[in-house]
């Protein structure tokens, strides 16, 4: 049994499975807790069958490069950027998970603030270009 | 603990013969704990009776606003502890993201809407802001969290130092936007984590099945999705709350009868009347 959620992530959670866009939610330590139907594509793996993912596991599952294809590092990537600023970050990057096609996406992390400041987590979406 | 409803309707307190054996106050639970510490969950209209219950001797009442719809306040200002000046009150409840507790029940307890300002009040008054945390309060202990319904509201655990666990969630929409409730574990569930295995679960059932569809949104549960919450936070007892004001005593009991009739739920469901007296 995973850990209990704050009604804030409960809520994402709702949003995002009634959403097209493919979203991720992660903790304040970055662990993969939800993803939706449309992200499901992109790890190529079903939520219901991986559960939460630690960071490092489901980071791996794609691999980011800058427009002209350097690769991205971890630390530079949107979700590690909103984690570690608490700040909203977007950039437009390709996008390769396994050996499938690269996609050319936007991806938007934002940071969840509760009440009283406190951090809960982030999400990201991803907006094929 | 000794827990005793004095309102059990939700919105708009209902007066009238056709109310009379469900009652007609708004949402007001009194807990009074085996070495005296005495709880008061929300100040609906049921305040005004509850405050006639507490000895003389009593220096200090806890009042736990749940969220601050009028439902849940209209009586603060009939509490007879308020105008007391050897008593010490404090107000527990939810702040939002620009005023404070303090602040937002201001609103109402001043002109034009009241004619006694928070401030002239007699009482030692002392206000808590509470979201998502855990306190002890005498004997108690009483974690909050925040639950789904319009606005900052919280639902409280309460815990006494032996045994018995008491979760009120008077207000209170858990399937919101869940195609079909309940189908997430408890802690992806509003509500999950404080009902979980409770001795006795005071819930919102404001509505039929057939009403919940014209009211998703609106912050309450239908009876058979309160019922669904028991058995999906494995409580031993559950209190169905908040009733409709449209919904006669002849209403309530056949809709309760329906809905244990369809949920069947493995444990004890004792419809939410007014002057219930229950021992933890």
Redesign the interface.
């Known amino acids: ?8 992530i ?2 994402a ?3 995002a ?2 959403l097209a866009m493919p979203i991720l939610i992660v903790d304040t330590e970055g662990t993969l807790i939800f993803y939706n139907e449309p992200a499901e594509v992109i790890l190529d793996q079903r939520f219901d069958e991986t559960g939460e993912m630690p960071a490092d596991v489901w980071s791996g599952r794609f691999a980011l490069a800058d427009e002209a294809r350097n690769p991205i590092a971890q630390e530079d990537r949107p979700m590690m950027m909103a984690l570690s600023e608490r700040k909203p970050y977007s950039r437009t990057v390709w996008m390769r998970c396994g050996h499938r096609e690269w996609l050319h996406v936007n991806i938007t992390a934002l940071p969840l603030i ?3 400041r ?1 951090f809960l987590g982030a999400q990201m979406i991803f907006w094929e270009v | 603990m000794q827990v005793t409803l004095w309102g059990t309707r939700g919105s708009l307190a209902t007066p009238g013969p056709e109310t009379a054996r469900y009652g007609g106050n708004t949402s007001c639970v009194g807990v009074v704990g085996r070495e005296g510490t005495v709880l008061v969950l929300d100040a609906g209209t049921g305040i005004r009776r509850l405050a006639a219950t507490i000895p003389e001797s009593v220096r200090r009442v806890d009042v736990l606003l749940t969220h601050l719809h009028m439902d849940h306040i209209q009586g603060l200002g009939f509490f007879a502890p308020l105008y007391r000046p050897e008593v010490e009150v404090h107000i527990w409840g939810p702040g939002s993201a620009t005023l404070r507790l303090q602040a937002r029940l201001m609103r109402y307890l001043s002109a034009p809407l009241f004619p006694v300002n928070l401030s002239e009040l007699p009482c030692k008054l002392t206000f808590h802001e509470i979201s998502s945390r855990e306190v002890d309060i005498g004997e108690f202990r009483v974690c909050s969290a925040l639950v789904c319904h319009p606005g900052p509201t919280v639902g409280y655990r309460i815990s006494a130092p032996e045994k018995g666990v008491l979760t009120y969630l008077p207000d209170h929409e858990p399937a919101l936007a869940v195609l079909r409730f309940p189908s997430l574990p408890r802690e992806w569930t509003s509500g999950g984590t404080l009902a979980a295995g409770a001795d006795l679960l005071i819930h919102d059932s404001q509505y039929s099945a057939a009403e919940y569809t014209g009211h998703c949104g609106w912050g309450h549960s239908s009876l058979n999705q309160a019922l669904d919450f028991g058995t999906l936070t494995e409580v031993k007892q559950l209190v169905p709350f908040h009733h409709d004001p449209d919904h006669t005593d002849t209403d309530l009991d056949r809709l309760m009868a329906q809905a244990i009739e369809e949920t069947k739920p493995a444990y004890q469901v004792t419809p939410g009347i007014e002057g219930a007296i229950f021992e933890l």
């Open positions: 049994m995973s850990s209990p959620k704050p009604i804030q409960i809520l959670r709702q949003l499975s009634s509760g009440e009283g406190q």
